[in-house]
């Protein structure tokens, strides 16, 4: 009862809290508006009070904790300081907040308070509602209860065990918390919600034994004791009655027996004999697996024999097994068909007889074929149900194998003939008749030679025959002919049946059209050695063909030159527009590559975007250089897909036998390493191979090879740069930017690693990295009390591409428990206008999460003014090149100008990268740019650093 009348207290503050919060409109918790809403707001508390005997009083407080309008007494004071305003303000998933026990301003008393946050539909908190519940209300429902001379009543905290109330009252103990090893916190922490303890109360230490339950939605929990030498002395009263009646009832009991005694001589007798009757009767259920049963339609008990149980794996229960047991064996699927069986029969007057299956515990299956008719009364009301229940599992099992073979062989896709003795036909499938045009009427009795299309010997049949007849068993390749008269290749398996003598009695044929096979062999071996985009061949045509040119190289002292082609920014296509638009650019590739060269030379496409030419009979340098050019001026050419003008050059490494390698493999090495030289000097061109390039080679391989294994040692790091807010001098937000701690080449800027992150496709998990660490850092920023400081995090165009940033940064947000507002996403001009509409619905998601946008390296790329007014952004980012030209070149100037004009009338900031000197700085501010980050303020540091930093311009 205490923790029915607590919890419908609590709940009924609860749901009032509620109805007050809706009814208070959100202007009347101004302060100037108290004079125009004083009355009517006063009213509603004053109905809510008046209705609620429990609670002392109503209050209404605002943002900054002043009481504006209050019912039940009291005066207007702040209450800012108060646990329950704190609380209800600084937690936004708060609901009703409970205070600790506190004296009452109202009445003087014991009270404890409920508040309720009221926020704005945006979430922003507008104030308190609270209501002040007297303590003494629970004191009198105490007084009602009778806990004997020595009992104990208390309500107490179920967050901090802290004591709320007690009959007994110990004033001293009220917000006194729990001892951690105390039994009842330990049996709470453990999950327990109620239970029976024996301890000695912390207060009083006087031993008692305590029941405790804990409410379902409220933090508190109530306990009630009782004495020791209470209870005891209630059991002592009740013995006494009970040893007085228990004298009595043993006398009767005497007399009881004696006449049980005679009785049950006759009986003994008489059970004997059905003993013998019962035994048999079991027996014969048992042999035949057939239970019976009955089923009392009044109680729905089924009373049944020993099988029945064994039959349904049930344990058989005193006074009869309820119906449901037993309808709860029956498989789901067929369950209520049973039940409605019965009631069918039950209705209609009819006997019924059905099959169901039982679904076993193990999973095993079980099918019963049951038997029942209804008894009625004179009256004609059904009474009981009487029935029979057969284990029919292994029947079942044997039809369904049957009828499995006849469905195998109906169904079968390969065609099946069986033969008798004499190889004469007895059946065949539909299978048969598809392929071969014959229906079973045509074909019974026949020999199946007539099938034959004449390829095959007579030495053939013969050595099929030896093989069946001694071993059982053939199978091969034979051609046959339809009844149309078409020929078709057939592979057939050819099996015997034997009688219990060994005799043969039947063989059996299967096959099926191999003609597919025939041709798909053919497909199979194009695809073997052609790349299935291009059409081109593949890297193992293209060895083989290599070592075929190099072997006659060999003989007639001749060069072979390989030109490994790479496509420059081809994957900054493929992952922008996407795969399709990808796979259409490496086909036009693919055809420009076959015109450049002569139909004797070798054109292969290795994989992604690498091909590979081969050119044999080479006399000079020179005619390899000119290839290489014409590769070079014919790839380079834009490409018109599907609306889009794209453009792609090669990067192109030669290596020519036997200069550069006197075998395959190393050919295809160097001119790799080639390749790699033509794109670290600029891209499109080609260069020739040159041994010095395996050294770059090798270390860009091991640096690649670090780079894979660098996120999981997390040899990755973080450093900050400053933005500087100009107007105050100080600082509003940082950049976070990449840095590679190597183990053995110390710390790396992005410019040695990311190229290759994103060549490797390493970019997309190093982009997560630094977004989650960046998310991380900002939370620290709040935990060391830095607040205010917007963490800027770049964005690649894989992670753009890829689509899930906003279910990243949501996660995030929530994960670290960030303020959107202090994220901000930088993507550059080319990444943002790659596939503009699906870059506007991405920025939009984040911008609608309260992060800020801003276009970065802005004047670089190719934006378009009319999607720039269509994206959600907050900043631009004037880029570093033009900052530079400031004092040195007037069309720098004139570019910053325009760009800071152009972000202030589209209402936008601008943010001034790479500034590094005071002129710079004094041009920009007197320009009216918003805020500037560069090495004049900070070089990007660790985060210990900046964080010193901020402090020192924000104190």
């Not at 043993?250 to 007399?255: A, D, E, I, K, Q």
């Not at 053939?460 to 149309?484: H, L, P, S, V, Y």
Request: aromatic share 8%; proline share 3%.
């Amino acid at each position: 009862m205490l923790e029915s009348r607590l919890e419908a207290t609590l709940r009924r503050v609860d749901g009032d809290l509620g109805k007050l919060i809706q009814s208070i409109p959100p202007e009347s918790l101004a302060k100037d508006a108290v004079p125009v809403f004083r009355d009517r707001v006063e009213a509603v508390l004053e109905r809510h009070r008046l209705a609620f005997p429990e609670v002392a009083g109503f209050r209404v407080i605002d943002a900054h904790g002043n009481v504006l309008y209050l019912a039940g007494g009291g005066s207007k004071v702040n209450l800012a300081d108060r646990s329950y305003f704190i609380e209800a303000r600084d937690n936004k998933g708060a609901g009703v907040v409970f205070s600790e026990v506190i004296t009452s301003r109202i009445t003087g008393r014991p009270t404890m308070v409920a508040s309720q946050p009221i926020r704005a539909a945006d979430g922003r908190f507008l104030g308190v509602v609270s209501v002040a519940i007297e303590l003494s209300y629970f004191e009198r429902l105490f007084q009602m209860i009778h806990s004997g001379a020595a009992g104990a009543l208390a309500i107490r905290r179920a967050d901090n065990h802290a004591l709320v109330v007690r009959l007994p009252p110990v004033p001293s103990e009220i917000n006194r918390v729990l001892d951690p090893s105390h039994p009842v916190m330990q049996h709470i922490l453990s999950g327990e919600r109620k239970g029976v303890l024996v301890f000695a109360a912390q207060s009083d230490g006087v031993q008692r034994i305590y029941a405790y339950s804990v409410l379902d939605s409220y933090p508190f929990y109530v306990l009630a004791g009782l004495s020791e030498a209470d209870v005891m002395a209630t059991w002592r009263q009740r013995s006494y009655y009970v040893g007085g009646i228990g004298l009595a009832l043993f006398f009767c009991l005497g007399v009881v027996l004696v006449w049980l005694f005679r009785a049950q001589k006759r009986e003994l007798l008489a059970a004997e004999a059905l003993r013998r009757h019962q035994d048999q009767l079991k027996a014969a259920q048992r042999i035949a697996q057939v239970g019976s049963w009955e089923l009392d339609l009044a109680s729905r008990v089924i009373t049944c024999s020993d099988e029945l149980f064994r039959i349904f794996e049930i344990e058989a229960k005193a006074g009869g097994t309820p119906y449901d047991d037993f309808l709860a064996k029956v498989h789901p699927d067929e369950r209520d068909q049973a039940d409605a069986a019965l009631n069918n029969s039950v209705r209609e007057h009819h006997p019924v007889s059905f099959k169901h299956r039982l679904l076993m515990p193990d999973g095993r299956i079980k099918y019963v074929q049951e038997c029942c008719e209804t008894e009625y009364g004179k009256d004609g009301a059904p009474l009981r149900l009487i029935g029979t229940a057969q284990d029919v599992t292994s029947q079942h099992q044997m039809e369904a194998q049957m009828q499995l073979l006849v469905s195998a062989f109906q169904f079968s896709g390969e065609a099946i003939l069986i033969t008798d003795t004499d190889n004469n036909i007895v059946t065949v499938n539909p299978a048969f008749t598809r392929l071969t045009g014959y229906t079973l009427e045509d074909v019974v009795g026949r020999n199946p030679r007539f099938l034959s299309a004449g390829r095959s010997t007579q030495q053939d049949f013969e050595a099929m025959w030896q093989t069946i007849n001694t071993g059982g068993f053939w199978q091969g390749e034979i051609w046959d002919r339809r009844k149309d008269g078409a020929t078709y290749p057939k592979w057939m398996s050819i099996s015997v049946i034997r009688d219990d003598a060994g005799k043969i009695r039947y063989h059996v044929a299967h096959f099926t059209d191999v003609s597919s096979e025939r041709a798909a062999e053919a497909k199979l071996h194009h695809m073997a050695h052609h790349d299935a985009l291009t059409g081109l061949l593949n890297r193992f045509s293209l060895n083989g063909r290599l070592d075929q040119a190099l072997a006659a190289a060999r003989r007639d002292g001749s060069r072979v030159a390989l030109l490994f082609i790479d496509l420059d920014r081809f994957k900054v296509i493929n992952d922008t527009l996407g795969h399709h638009l990808g796979d259409k650019l490496l086909i036009e590739v693919a055809g420009r590559l076959r015109d450049s060269v002569r139909d004797s030379d070798v054109v292969a496409r290795l994989g992604g975007d690498e091909f590979v030419i081969m050119l044999a009979g080479v006399d000079h340098t020179n005619s390899v250089a000119m290839v290489a050019e014409k590769v070079v001026l014919n790839i380079a050419d834009p490409y018109s897909i599907e609306g889009h003008d794209l453009y792609s050059t090669p990067s192109i490494g030669i290596a020519i036998f036997p200069m550069d390698g006197d075998d395959g493999e190393i050919l295809m090495k160097n001119a790799d390493a080639a390749m790699y030289h033509a794109k670290s000097v600029g891209r499109n061109n080609f260069q020739f191979f040159d041994p010095k390039m395996n050294d770059a080679a090798l270390e860009r391989l091991k640096i690649e090879h670090s780079l894979r294994q660098a996120l999981s040692r997390d040899e990755f790091r973080l450093h900050f740069q400053p933005v500087i807010e100009i107007g105050s001098g100080r600082v509003a937000g940082v950049e976070a930017l990449v840095r590679w701690q190597h183990p053995e080449k110390g710390l790396l800027l992005p410019g040695k690693f990311i190229a290759i992150a994103e060549e490797t496709g390493l970019i997309q998990p190093l982009g997560e990295w630094v977004f989650w660490a960046a998310c991380k850092q900002l939370a620290d920023f709040r935990a060391a009390g830095i607040y205010g400081i917007k963490m800027g995090v770049n964005i690649s165009a894989i992670q753009m591409r890829n689509g899930n940033l906003p279910i990243l940064a949501k996660g995030a947000i929530e994960a670290f428990g960030l303020d959107a507002s202090e994220l901000a996403f930088e993507i550059t001009e080319s990444v943002a206008m790659h596939q503009p509409a699906e870059t506007i619905r991405i920025l939009d998601m984040l911008h609608d999460m309260g992060t800020s946008i801003a276009i970065d390296d802005f004047g670089t790329g190719y934006s378009s003014l009319s999607y720039l007014r269509q994206f959600p952004i907050d900043y631009l980012k004037l880029d570093r090149s033009f900052v530079e030209e400031i004092g040195q070149s007037a069309d720098g100037e004139v570019i910053c100008d325009a760009t800071i004009g152009l972000a202030h009338n589209l209402g936008l900031k601008i943010v001034a990268e790479g500034v590094e000197t005071e002129q710079q700085r004094d041009y920009l501010r007197d320009r009216g740019c918003d805020l500037m980050q560069g090495f004049l303020f900070s070089r990007p540091v660790p985060a210990d650093e900046v964080m010193a930093f901020i402090r020192q311009l924000n104190h």
